[in-house]
């Protein structure tokens, strides 16, 4: 706004007085600026040499007479609109605000160019004289309020000027009233100031005024709102506020839609301001200390008056954003160039160029015709023709192009155009007469000639290049649109792909074109030169068929040879294509453009484009070459996918009524004419004119947009959703697998269209995923049968991928919302940011996800920017448009209360979006907007997008894979876990506070499923990966699987562990790893056994292998220590962690492993002395010394003798032990001793004399199992000290005790039984581990000293010992006697073998076996377990350790199963033979610890091979089915071995192990039935599991033998023993058949064709019998009435009296019908749970089975129907009335086929909906009519047994319509059984 001028300023010298009059005298004021003219000589253009005036435009405003009228350069409607609105609505208008903030933006000092000049010469002739104050011109009402509201500080350079003030105002020091120009202030007037100065400021005192303000009640808000009228603002004005207080119109906050404000100016009204009379007193006061004083009067206060609002803290729509644009032609109407001057330079240059070009080429020509030669430019076609050569075709097109582009091309002369075409003419018709296909049986001459004619070819490309670039000019010179030559250019571009790409693009290197491939490669740049023409002319003619009409027969070529580039198929490899595959892409993206434009075009050809799309993916390729379309984020996807979601974007455009040259849609030029006209309808039709219609009437604006924008977004929403049902309906039908693609192809789109769902270039995406996700969700929540578990699997899958790109939409938005703030800290960043947030936590207002500055606006401002350089764009920019106004009218129906403003801003933007529907460039022609980042407008589309129905659906997406985890069916849990994990992968927030999703997962990892389980053990590693806080709650499920019968699972379970062990500082989780780990050790699996020995190593040792010796790194080791301590306590792992360390003092990390042990060791030693603590987690010197003593088994090298004598006072107290605790001490400390005693040399000799003094003084007093540990110690003492006496005098005086006080003939007392206990003990001790024979003199001579008389001897010690000892072991002494001798026996026997071939001994031990007494078997029994193990053991000693004293060579090892193997085999296989079969009969009779002792001994007897394989072979696999696990176990690891070295042998005794293991189960386990339930496992399993070594051929051989076990003589059922038993042996390899795991089709096939032969053959005499003995069914009645006989009916004849057959014989035919039921409930259930049908098994020969493969069972079908089935039939047996329905029943079977009848019905439960026909349903005859509910024939026989009518049994069903299966009119008569069924 121009600043008033003083008078005193004068007028630019030279330049004459302005040229309006100016007032005459002293008050005259200048109240115009300089116009042009005046001000220029006073610039620095007057420079400029030679100037002129035009190289500047004229100023456009001001009112010097040179200019023109500001009014007639602004259009005044908007500014008229505006002063309408500050009348009507005051300032409380949101569109005042926002111009009103827009305009001071713009009037900021900061924004106005400032400009300095000299200061005029000061009139000083009256300076007395005050001059007149400004006169305030009349204002409109927005001037007035923005010249009121608006301080723009300006400096009048004169020397008297005061201090700046805001538009002319006064400072402080001279106050003048409001919106008056300052006076000017002489210097004769400033005295007088200076004396009024106190005055002034007793004035300024006494006016201080109070504000006294009167807060309005509800009442009075509800009086003034409906009583206010439009009217200037009343109130008093504050004289004493300062200019620096005037307050600056704020935005205002955004009301809520359910609150109301009052009206400013009504509150403005009740407000009053009383000036305060104040005293002198007062007003001295007033100035130390001045205020405004509010004074409230004392009224009544209600508080039900006043109204309650509550602000919600949501994001301002910011209001500086857009801006209205000045229409170019209210500027400049004769520009037809453009803006600037150098776009008009430009144009001009391109014209002229483009005439010379033309001139040349004409001039060319005739030189051409007069010579009859060609030149660079023309060639020759005759005499009387030329065309232009192929590098002026380039030129002509660059030059006409870039006219076209500059607006130019229009002025170019029309006959110059005409003749160019005739030229361009001539080559489309030269080419015409070219053969130029490629044809397979090319020679290399062939293609030569070929090659010859492409210059031609690629003249004639260009031609018609040329040709149509000028049709695409948007001329209107008919002359110039030919249809001879767009068809002439069509035909030679469909010859060109045809005849050339086509074939090149399927060219390979077979041996029939290898030559041709070969010869064509060789001109590899040539062919692709043409590639690259005949590329650019079709993307030439996608442009033209948008600009102007095209009969339909080009529109139909150009699809069809569209739809054929799109789907060629390219080689795979770059080496096996003729040229570089990219060209081929190239082809198939300008294809993608054509088909789009032909879309968008012809709304009727929409349908038959997609059908030739979809029906086309087949040949979609599906590796590496599927995503080949790149987009703006580098992101690749399927070209396929990118048209999809083009074609749906295009469907939401408006289509054109009729084609205007010059104009596109989709793919139009960028540079069109502004007067474009509307694409549907004319603004006539419309009842909404202007913005300002749309706000007064927007319920008409409203609908009118709707009108408009439904069917678009209706369109594009049938569209998607004919895409979607097509591809997910043969996905349906089609497996990953399978031949058919599009499982995969829909995998492959999903992929595709969630990797565009952020990316604002492709919003069909979100359309496309959201419309299947409404069908995935359909196909969960279909719980018919028709819904398949596949189908199931298949949702949730899609549904997880789905879900996982929502959710990291939502962290792309979080993460982009939080930054936003501070890279892109604008109003529009902030917006954006702050809308984000709301819409994350669902709390934003639907109006600011729709303002006309939101995020729509935001993501079109941003497209728009781009779309000049990628005017793809356009379908992207349209389907936003018309989501947008969708959006509108939702919200604005959806509004609960009417808001007048809302409403009005709503009607305005209905206008707005409407305009943008039907011109896609309104928007940018009208308004201006802020730049937009890409930051901002991903995060605006994204922002919309949260908004989408498809966002919204995230929470019931995250339900339904919850809820699937509980699913029934095994499959669709694990798949709804994998689900579940891509979610987490992208969101680990639900895992946060009480969530559901932790539950589920825990529970998962219990579930019967092995896959189910394993699935939710990585759902748990990546919980704690993403939560660590969740590994104390998770750790004890991830333990619990370490015993998972699984081994995946056990594996992964061991993995995880590991990883939470080395993150978790919590000394009770890691102890609970470890002890799981180490009881791994000892699995079944060998890689399970490894991976918990590697893991223990890595999480025990490992982290000390650095070798420090820090202070940290020794409070480590003492943790650690504490830690094992800890952990040997709570499990029994002693014996499993010495296996553990011996092996890795075996492996390559030794030596390291030694070192980390010693300090081990060294540390637990400091805690050998501490006492008992109540803490646990505290160790206590006895958990040391256990723990130590293992360490001391595994390697007794850690140890020193320094550490031994810290250990002496514990061996001085094994005589004074008191309690359990003192015993555990001393066996520990007596074990370390054992262990580390043989290191020490002769040197410590005092040592080692006094540690066997304490020793030798506790052997009579300790128990068995320290004394065990004491005398081994005693003798390696002995042997260091070489000094044996002692041993040899303890063992006399021992066998001297018994021999002088006990006599074997007669039984023994109380005391001398102890007394025989102890010696016994001692001898049998010594005997074990001492070697006395060197002593054997002294032994004697001690005897001797005892019992004079004694005459016995012996060649050795050994033997003295057993004989006398074995006498005691004979029937006439006590119990406790003969097990003391006989154990003594043994431990003398397992160091001496060879008393065990003494007839004495084995005799003994035969009786002993004899008279079956338990204590006495398990003697022997451990005697000879030892012995065996002790064998074993000798076998494996290496060569690297030798004997204790040194002196022997250590033995090589040798194979035990090779006889002679060591120095008492024959001792080992003799005593194995002997006692074997009384070791059987004790592994078989019981399943407790005397039954495994005896399974130990056979194992080690199998191991050793010391028996031939077929005598433990069966015993064994009867064990592995025993209930006790460790029986189980080892029985089945002796099985794996046997069958792996003998599977001959083994396998011919399988037939009599299932009659034992049959036997076993019954008589010892308890249980006949051959499976166990909850879960259905077979007791047969694994045997089965030790079969999968073998052949699949080997399998369905045994498989065959077991249904042979079950084939039956009706004759041997006679006996009722037989009898039941042949039942329960039939039913218990039945169920076993029932529940077993087969690996291979062929072995489920087999299976099920051996129990149908088997009851067929067997079935029908016994059928024929049971008709005719219990039902009387003869061929007599029969005869008498056939009717009834074939159809069943039981009417038809009287029903005879069903005889009363004999009990005997009615169980007899009894069984046989139960066994051969349960056989048919076996064969159903089989074919129900792999999905067999009921028809023919297919034969190995046919190809259409693949019998190798693995099986699928159908997750619908379990084991619970055929287990109720076959208990019922069981008990068959039970009454008269049972037996009678059971003979029935399987007669009904043999008769009726019910698995036909209802087909139906059973494949749908075999298959849980999935198709399950019968492979016999092809041959089916089509003319049978429907059968009266029979089914088909089995066997002849008549009527139904009884005569009645016949009922069906329990599981049947009721009969469904539809055709049977075909039968044999032939076969029915005669009866005969149709055998090819089975």
């Not at 004459?16 to 000589?41: C, I, M, Q, W, Y």
């Not at 075009?601 to 997609?610: K, T």
């Not at 140890?1199 to 555990?1224: C, G, N």
């Not at 078997?1417 to 053991?1433: A, G, P, Y």
Request: with cysteine; glycine share 6%; aromatic share 6%.
């Amino acid at each position: 706004m121009a600043s008033p001028r003083p008078s005193s300023q004068k007028a630019p010298p030279g330049t004459g007085k302005p040229g309006n009059n100016r007032p005459s005298g002293s008050d005259a004021v200048f109240t115009r600026p300089f116009a042009f003219h005046e001000a220029l000589p006073y610039t620095s253009f007057t420079s400029i040499i030679p100037f002129d005036s035009s190289v500047l435009p004229a100023p456009s405003i001001g009112s010097a007479s040179p200019a023109p009228s500001l009014q007639d350069l602004t259009p005044r409607n908007d500014f008229d609109f505006l002063n309408r609105e500050v009348l009507e609505k005051g300032a409380s208008s949101k569109l005042v605000q926002q111009t009103f903030s827009q305009v001071q933006r713009l009037i900021e000092r900061g924004n106005i160019t400032e400009f300095k000049f000299k200061t005029a010469p000061k009139n000083t002739s009256d300076s007395s004289k005050t001059k007149a104050p400004l006169k305030t011109p009349g204002l409109a009402p927005f001037s007035k309020m923005l010249y009121d509201q608006s301080a723009i500080p300006f400096r009048y350079p004169t020397p008297d000027t005061a201090s700046a003030t805001p538009n002319g105002q006064l400072g402080t020091e001279a106050r003048v009233p409001n919106k008056q120009s300052a006076p000017t202030v002489s210097k004769a007037s400033a005295s007088k100031q200076a004396k009024n100065v106190q005055k002034n400021k007793q004035a300024h005192a006494q006016n201080l005024a109070s504000l006294e303000i009167v807060l309005p009640t509800k009442s009075q808000l509800e009086q003034a709102a409906a009583g206010f009228k439009p009217s200037p603002r009343s109130g008093t004005s504050v004289a004493s506020a300062s200019p620096k207080n005037t307050p600056q119109p704020q935005p205002r906050k955004k009301t809520p839609s359910n609150l109301v404000s009052p009206r400013p100016e009504a509150i403005e009204d009740s407000i009053t301001v009383t000036p305060v009379k104040t005293t002198p007193q007062a007003v001295s006061g007033s100035q130390k200390k001045s205020g405004i004083a509010v004074e409230l009067p004392q009224v009544p206060f209600d508080k039900s008056q006043f109204l309650a609002v509550a602000v919600p803290d949501e994001p301002e729509e910011p209001v500086n954003l857009s801006t209205r644009k000045r229409k170019r032609a209210d500027i400049d109407d004769d520009d037809i160039y453009g803006e600037s001057l150098g776009l008009r330079q430009r144009a001009d240059a391109a014209f002229r160029e483009l005439r010379a070009f033309l001139q040349g080429i004409f001039e060319a020509e005739q030189a051409a015709l007069r010579s009859e030669m060609s030149n660079d430019s023309i060639t020759l076609i005759n005499e009387k023709e030329a065309t232009l050569t192929s590098a002026a075709q380039s030129k002509a097109q660059t030059l006409l192009g870039k006219t076209i582009t500059l607006n130019c091309f229009r002025n170019a002369p029309l006959e110059d155009l005409l003749r160019l075409f005739r030229l361009s003419e001539s080559a489309l018709k030269l080419a015409e007469s070219l053969d130029i296909k490629i044809e397979e049986s090319w020679t290399r001459g062939d293609v030569e000639q070929w090659v010859e004619q492409l210059p031609t070819l690629e003249t004639a490309l260009r031609a018609a290049r040329t040709s149509l670039r000028m049709m695409c000019g948007g001329r209107g010179d008919k002359q110039l649109y030919s249809e001879d030559v767009i068809d002439r250019s069509l035909n030679l571009f469909k010859r060109v792909v045809e005849g050339i790409v086509m074939p090149v693009a399927e060219l390979r290197t077979a041996d029939s074109t290898a030559q041709l491939f070969k010869d064509l490669s060789s001109y590899k740049k040539k062919i692709a030169s043409l590639f690259n023409d005949a590329q650019k002319l079709f993307s030439l003619m996608a442009t033209l068929i948008g600009q102007i009409d095209v009969n339909d027969t080009v529109s139909n070529t150009l699809e069809f040879i569209a739809s054929r580039l799109i789907f060629i198929e390219t080689a795979h490899a770059e080496r096996e294509s003729v040229i570089d595959t990219q060209k081929f892409d190239g082809f198939r993206l300008v294809a993608m453009d054509m088909l789009s434009q032909i879309f968008l075009l012809n709304p009727s050809q929409r349908r038959g484009i997609f059908d030739e799309i979809l029906t086309s993916l087949e040949k979609l390729p599906l590796g590496k070459r599927a995503r080949t379309f790149k987009l703006v984020d580098g992101t690749s996807i399927q070209p396929v996918s990118a048209l999809m979601m083009r074609l749906v974007q295009t469907s939401a455009g408006q289509v054109k009524d009729g084609k205007l040259k010059g104009h596109s849609t989709v793919l139009g030029d960028d540079d069109e004419e502004d007067d474009e006209e509307p694409l549907v309808g004319k603004p006539g039709s419309y009842t909404i004119r202007d913005e300002r219609d749309g706000a007064a009437q927007h319920s008409t604006a409203i609908q009118e947009l709707s009108a408009l924008a439904g069917p678009l977004i209706d369109t594009a929403r049938l569209n998607a959703s004919y895409v979607v049902n097509y591809i997910v309906n043969r996905a349906l039908k089609s497996t990953k697998s399978g031949d058919e693609p599009y499982r995969n192809l829909l995998d492959l789109f999903v992929e595709d269209f969630t990797s565009c769902l952020d990316n604002p270039d492709w919003p069909g995406a979100g359309l496309l995923l959201m419309i299947l996700t409404s069908r995935m969700f359909t196909l969960v929540d279909d719980n018919n049968k028709a819904s398949t578990v596949t189908a199931k699997n298949m949702a949730l899958e899609l549904l997880g991928v789905i879900g996982a790109a929502i959710s990291k939409l939502r962290a792309h938005v979080r993460k982009t919302a939080n930054a936003m703030d501070t890279r892109d800290a604008d109003d529009l960043g902030r917006f954006l940011s702050d809308l984000a947030c709301a819409a994350l936590d669902f709390q934003h207002q639907p109006d600011n996800m729709v303002a006309w500055t939101g995020p729509y606006r935001a993501t079109l401002e941003y497209l728009e920017s781009r779309f000049s350089e990628d005017q793809h764009l356009g379908s992207a920019i349209t389907f936003l448009i018309s989501d947008w106004s969708h959006k509108v009218c939702f919200e604005y129906e959806a509004a609960r209360e009417d808001v007048d403003e809302r409403d009005e801003e709503y009607g305005r933007l209905a206008y707005r979006l409407r305009e943008m529907i039907q011109d896609r460039r309104w928007l940018s022609k009208e308004f201006s907007f802020k730049e937009v980042s890409s930051n901002q407008a991903k995060l605006a589309y994204s922002v919309s997008l949260l908004g989408s129905q498809l966002c919204r659906s995230f929470d019931r997406i995250l339900r339904i894979l919850l809820t699937s985890t509980g699913s029934d069916q095994p499959t669709v849990r694990s798949k709804s876990l994998k689900s579940i994990n891509q979610v987490l992968d992208t969101d680990p927030s639900i895992l946060d506070g009480e969530s559901v999703v932790i539950q589920l997962i825990l529970r998962c990892t219990n579930d019967s499923s092995t896959q189910v389980r394993d699935s939710a053990l990585g759902l748990i590693g990546k919980c704690i990966g993403m939560r660590p806080k969740l590994e104390d709650k998770m750790v004890g499920m991830v333990v619990d699987r370490f015993i998972d019968t699984g081994l995946g699972v056990r594996k992964r379970a061991m993995k995880l562990a590991k990883d939470i062990y080395i993150r978790n500082h919590n000394k009770a989780v890691k102890s609970a790893i470890a002890n799981g780990l180490l009881h791994r050790v000892q699995d079944p699996e060998e890689s399970v056994r490894d991976l918990a020995r590697q893991v223990i190593e890595e999480i025990w040792f490992s982290p000390f292998y650095s070798g420090e010796s820090s202070a940290e790194t020794k409070t480590s080791i003492a943790e650690h220590v504490a830690l094992m301590i800890h952990t040997v306590n709570q499990g029994n792992v002693a014996n499993v962690l010495d296996k553990v360390l011996q092996g890795l003092f075996a492996s390559k990390t030794s030596h390291a492993s030694l070192e980390v042990c010693r300090k081990l060791v060294s540390s637990m030693f400091d805690l050998v002395d501490k006492v008992e603590s109540n803490d646990p987690t505290v160790p206590s010197g006895r958990s040391a010394l256990q723990v130590l003593m293992i360490f001391a088994k595994a390697e007794p090298a850690l140890f020193t003798f320094e550490q031994l004598r810290l250990l002496m006072p514990h061996i001085e107290s094994i005589k004074s032990i008191k309690s359990s605790d003192d015993l555990a001490v001393s066996r520990a400390v007596v074990v370390i001793y054992r262990r580390v005693l043989p290191q020490l040399s002769s040197a410590h000799g005092q040592f080692l004399q006094t540690v066997r003094g304490h020793l030798q003084s506790t052997l009579s007093k300790v128990g068995r199992a320290l004394l065990d540990d004491i005398v081994p110690c005693l003798w390696i003492i002995s042997t260091l000290l070489k000094d044996y006496t002692s041993m040899a005098l303890v063992t006399g005086s021992s066998l001297a005790g018994i021999l002088g006080k006990m006599n074997p003939k007669t039984a023994l007392a109380e005391t001398p039984t102890r007394q025989f206990e102890r010696y016994s003990l001692i001898i049998g001790m010594v005997g074990k581990h001492c070697d006395l024979d060197g002593e054997l003199e002294r032994v004697k001579q001690r005897i001797k000293q005892g019992v004079p008389k004694w005459t016995g001897g012996g060649s050795n010690v050994s033997e003295i010992m057993v004989q006398v000892l074995l006498p005691f072991a004979g029937q006439a002494q006590p119990l406790d006697v003969r097990k003391a001798a006989l154990d003594s026996v043994g431990l003398v026997c397992q160091s001496w073998p060879r008393n065990y071939a003494s007839a004495r001994v084995y005799t003994t031990f035969q009786q002993v076996f004899e008279s079956e007494v338990a204590v006495l078997e398990n003697m022997v029994l451990r005697s000879l377990k030892e012995f065996l193990f002790l064998e074993e053991k000798r076998s494996e000693q290496t060569s690297e350790k030798p004997p204790i004293n040194g002196a022997s060579k250590p033995e090589k090892k040798r194979e035990l199963t090779v006889m002679g193997g060591t120095n008492y085999d024959d001792v080992a296989s003799g005593t194995a033979r002997r006692f074997l079969a009384s070791i059987i009969r004790i592994a078989k009779a019981t399943q407790d610890e005397h039954a495994f002792l005896a399974v130990e001994v056979l194992a080690s007897i199998n191991r050793q091979g010391l028996t031939h394989p077929k005598e433990t072979g069966v015993t064994f696999i009867t064990l592995e089915t025993s209930t006790n696990p460790r029986i189980s176990e080892l029985a089945f690891l002796e099985h794996k071995a046997l069958h792996a070295k003998h599977e001959t042998v083994i396998e011919r005794e399988y037939p009599s192990a299932l009659k034992e293991v049959y036997a076993y189960q019954r008589d010892i386990v308890k249980d006949a039935r051959g499976a166990t339930a909850n879960p259905f496992v077979p007791k047969l399993n694994l045997m089965m599991e030790v079969l999968k070594i073998s052949k699949s051929k080997n399998r369905q051989k045994f498989l065959e033998k077991l249904c042979n076990q079950i084939d039956f003589d009706l004759v041997k059922l006679e006996k009722p023993d037989e009898r039941t038993q042949h039942v329960q042996y039939s039913c218990f390899l039945a169920d076993n058949l029932a529940f077993f795991e087969y690996l291979t089709v062929g072995e489920v096939y087999s299976t099920v064709a051996f129990l149908e032969k088997l009851v067929t053959s067997t079935g029908a005499n016994v059928a024929q019998v049971i008709e005719s003995e219990v039902f009387q069914v003869r061929m007599d009645a029969i005869d008498a009435n056939p009717v009834a006989a074939t159809t069943g009916d039981a009417e038809a004849q009287p029903a005879p009296t069903v005889p009363d057959v004999e009990l005997k014989r009615l169980q007899q035919l009894t069984a046989a019908s139960m066994i051969l039921l349960i056989l048919w409930e076996v064969r159903s259930h089989l074919r129900r749970l792999y999905g067999m049908g009921t028809g023919r098994i297919p034969k190995p020969k046919d190809k259409s089975k693949d019998l190798s493969k693995a099986p699928v069972k159908a997750a619908s079908v379990t084991g619970d129907k055929i287990w109720e089935e076959v208990s019922k039939i069981m008990t068959s047996l039970g009454s008269r009335e049972l037996m009678m329905e059971t003979c029935k029943a399987f007669v009904e079977l043999m008769n009726v086929d019910k698995d036909f009848v209802l087909q139906e019905d059973d494949d749908d439960d075999m298959n849980g909906g999935e198709d399950g026909n019968s492979p016999l349903e092809d041959d089916e005859d089509e003319d049978e009519k429907p059968s009266a509910g029979r089914g088909r024939k089995r066997k002849a026989g008549g009527a139904t047994p009884g005569g009645r009518k016949k009922r069906a049994r329990s599981t049947s069903q009721p009969r469904k319509r539809g055709r049977p299966r075909k039968q044999s009119l032939e076969a029915d008569a005669d009866g005969e059984v149709d055998e090819e069924y089975f």
